[in-house]
C-alpha cells in the first residue's frame, strides 16, 4: 500500500519515519516534548539522534511574585512515565528528521507546495494531510474551517543565563505569574546556557503580519508595567535585545467533526485537525501521537480489518483523547490570566494540581503515558472480532 503525506512538518516527516519501519513506502525556535512523544520518537529512531542536542528536564515550576511556588508538576520523568522532558530546538529536530527519512531512503519533494486535490481516488489508496494549521488538505473537504484566534498571545525573546538576577534555589523552567498575567522562562541550549521568556497576554485580533515585522512595537509591548514584576522578570526584560523579539498569538481550529474525508481516503493529521492553544505544551506531542496510532493500524490492515473501520477507530479514539488534553489546556490558560480575572472563575476552571503530588500520584498518567501500539492493536483485535462474527 502507498501513503501520500502532504506536510513535511514535525507529524510528516515522524509518519514518514513510522510507515518506513512497517515498510508502507510514504512520499511526501525551540518546543518542548513531554514522555508521549518521546516514545513515539524513540519508536522511529529520532530520540536517541537528539536526545544529546536538547536540555532535559523534569518539572514545570509556578512561581507568585514573591518567588513563592505556587504549583509544580513533572512534564516529563524518567521513574514516572520513562523519559525526561526535553526542550530542543525545531530546526535540529527537523533536520534529524530529513536526514533519517534520506537515510532511510523514503522519497520526498521539498521545496513543493500541494495546490489541491482534484481525484483523490488517483493518489490513493490514501493521503494524509500533515500541512498544519492552515491545511490545503482540509480544505479540500473541509473549506469552511479556519483557523481561530484564541484570544491570546505570547510576546518572546531570548536572554542569556548570566544576564538574569536568579534567587538562590529559584527552580527553572518557571512561568512567573504577575498582575498582567504569566511570564515564562525556559532554559534552552542542552547546557540551559539561553532562556526563552515571554510575557503572555489577553490581546485583541491584530494585524499579525505588520506586528510580525514591528520588533520594536514588540518589545515596548513586553515592557510594559515592568515594574510590577518581581526581580527575575525585570533582569529578563533588562537583557531582551529588540532583534531577537518575536510573537504567537495562539490560534486553534474548532473541534471537527471528523478528520476522514467523506471518501474515507484523506485523513488529516497534527494541526490540520486539532490545532490546539500552547498552554498545556502539546501541540507537537499529541500530533506524534497521532501519528505512532495510525502507522501502527496501517501495518495491520487485511481483509477482516478494512481501511475504513480501522480509520474510524484511530479517529474515535484520538478525538477523545484530544479532547480531554483540550480540557486540560483550558484550565492552564485560566491559570495564566491576571490576577484580577482569575479571582472570578469558578471553582474547577483552573488547573491546579490538588493532590499536590506533582503527578506522582499518577494523576497524569493518561496523558504522558499511553502505550499507543498497545491501543491500535487492541482496536484491531476489535476489529477482527467484528468481522468475524
Ligand atoms: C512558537 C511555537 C512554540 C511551540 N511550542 C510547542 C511546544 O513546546 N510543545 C508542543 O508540543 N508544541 C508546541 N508548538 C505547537 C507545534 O509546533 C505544532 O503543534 C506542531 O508543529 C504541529 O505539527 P504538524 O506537523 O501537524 O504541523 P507543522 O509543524 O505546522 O507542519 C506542517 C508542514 O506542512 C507544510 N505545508 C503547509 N501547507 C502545505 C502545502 N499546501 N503543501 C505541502 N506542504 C505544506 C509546512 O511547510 C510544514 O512543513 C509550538 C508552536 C509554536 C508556533
Ligand atoms: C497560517 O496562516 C496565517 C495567516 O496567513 C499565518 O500568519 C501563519 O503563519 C500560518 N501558520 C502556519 C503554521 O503556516
Ligand atoms: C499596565 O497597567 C495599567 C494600569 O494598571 C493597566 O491598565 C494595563 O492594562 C497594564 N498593561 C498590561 C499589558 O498589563
Same mark, same amino acid.
Given at each position: 500500500m502507498a501513503v501520500a503525506i502532504i506536510g513535511g512538518g514535525l507529524a510528516g516527516l515522524t509518519l514518514a519515519l513510522a510507515l518506513h519501519d512497517l515498510n508502507i513506502?510514504?512520499?511526501?525556535?525551540?518546543? &518542548?516534548?513531554?514522555?508521549?512523544?518521546?516514545?513515539?520518537?524513540? *519508536?522511529?529512531?529520532?530520540?536517541?539522534?537528539?536526545?544529546?542536542?536538547?536540555l532535559q528536564f523534569d518539572v514545570l515550576t509556578f512561581k507568585d511574585g514573591q518567588y513563592k511556588t505556587t504549583d509544580e508538576y513533572y512534564f516529563g520523568s524518567k521513574k514516572l512515565y520513562g523519559y525526561h522532558a526535553i526542550r530542543i530546538m525545531r530546526k535540529q529536530l527537523l533536520d534529524e528528521m530529513k536526514a533519517m527519512v534520506r537515510e532511510r531512503q523514503i522519497p520526498t519533494h521539498y521545496e513543493s507546495k500541494l495546490v489541491s486535490i482534484t481525484r483523490p481516488?488517483?493518489?490513493?489508496?490514501?493521503?494524509?494531510?500533515?500541512?498544519?494549521?492552515?491545511?490545503? !488538505?482540509?480544505?479540500?473537504?473541509?473549506?469552511? !474551517?479556519?483557523? !481561530?484566534?484564541a484570544g491570546f498571545m505570547g510576546i518572546n525573546s531570548v536572554v542569556q543565563r548570566p544576564q538574569l538576577r536568579i534567587p538562590e534555589g529559584y527552580s527553572l523552567p518557571a512561568t512567573v505569574m504577575g498582575?498582567?498575567? /504569566?511570564?515564562?522562562?525556559?532554559?534552552?541550549?542542552?547546557?540551559? *546556557?539561553?532562556?526563552?521568556?515571554?510575557?503572555?497576554?489577553?490581546?485583541?485580533? /491584530?494585524?499579525?503580519?505588520?506586528?510580525?515585522?514591528?520588533?520594536?512595537?514588540?518589545?515596548?509591548?513586553?515592557?510594559?508595567?515592568?515594574?510590577?514584576?518581581?526581580?527575575?522578570?525585570?533582569?529578563?526584560?533588562e537583557a531582551t535585545p529588540v532583534d531577537q523579539m518575536g510573537f504567537w498569538a495562539f490560534h486553534g481550529i474548532p473541534p471537527l467533526a471528523?478528520?476522514? *474525508?467523506?471518501?474515507?481516503?484523506?485523513?488529516?493529521?497534527?494541526?490540520?485537525?486539532?490545532?490546539?492553544?500552547?498552554?498545556?505544551?502539546?501541540?507537537?506531542?499529541? /500530533?506524534?501521537?497521532? !501519528?505512532?496510532?495510525?502507522?501502527? +493500524?496501517?501495518?495491520e490492515l487485511s481483509p477482516d480489518v478494512p481501511f475504513e473501520k480501522a480509520a474510524a477507530q484511530w479517529q474515535a479514539?484520538?478525538?477523545?483523547?484530544?479532547?480531554?488534553?483540550?480540557?486540560?489546556?483550558?484550565? &492552564?490558560?485560566?491559570?495564566?490570566?491576571?490576577?484580577?480575572?482569575?479571582?472570578?472563575?469558578?471553582?474547577?476552571?483552573?488547573?491546579?494540581?490538588?493532590?499536590?503530588?506533582?503527578?506522582?500520584?499518577?494523576? +497524569?498518567?493518561? +496523558?504522558?503515558d499511553p502505550d499507543l501500539a498497545k491501543e491500535a492493536k487492541k482496536w484491531v483485535e476489535e476489529i477482527k472480532q467484528a468481522s468475524q462474527s
Open positions: 513506502p510514504a512520499t511526501g525556535g525551540g518546543i &518542548m516534548l513531554s514522555p508521549n512523544a518521546l516514545r513515539v520518537l524513540d *519508536s522511529v529512531g529520532i530520540y536517541k539522534k537528539i536526545r544529546d542536542k536538547s481516488r488517483r493518489i490513493c489508496p490514501s493521503s494524509i494531510g500533515a500541512d498544519g494549521i492552515n491545511s490545503t !488538505v482540509r480544505g479540500t473537504f473541509l473549506p469552511q !474551517v479556519k483557523p !481561530v484566534y498582575k498582567a498575567g /504569566a511570564f515564562p522562562l525556559v532554559p534552552q541550549k542542552p547546557d540551559g *546556557s539561553e532562556l526563552f521568556i515571554g510575557s503572555q497576554r489577553r490581546f485583541p485580533e /491584530a494585524d499579525w503580519e505588520a506586528l510580525r515585522k514591528d520588533k520594536q512595537e514588540l518589545y515596548d509591548m513586553m515592557q510594559e508595567n515592568k515594574s510590577d514584576w518581581p526581580d527575575i522578570v525585570q533582569s529578563a526584560l471528523s478528520w476522514l *474525508s467523506d471518501s474515507k481516503r484523506i485523513i488529516l493529521v497534527g494541526d490540520a485537525a486539532h490545532a490546539i492553544p500552547p498552554t498545556a505544551g502539546q501541540g507537537a506531542n499529541q /500530533a506524534f501521537e497521532d !501519528v505512532r496510532a495510525l502507522a501502527t +493500524l496501517l501495518s479514539y484520538r478525538q477523545d483523547r484530544i479532547k480531554r488534553v483540550l480540557d486540560l489546556t483550558m484550565q &492552564m490558560n485560566a491559570k495564566r490570566l491576571p490576577e484580577s480575572e482569575r479571582a472570578k472563575m469558578p471553582p474547577g476552571a483552573i488547573w491546579s494540581d490538588q493532590s499536590l503530588t506533582r503527578g506522582e500520584g499518577g494523576e +497524569l498518567r493518561w +496523558l504522558y
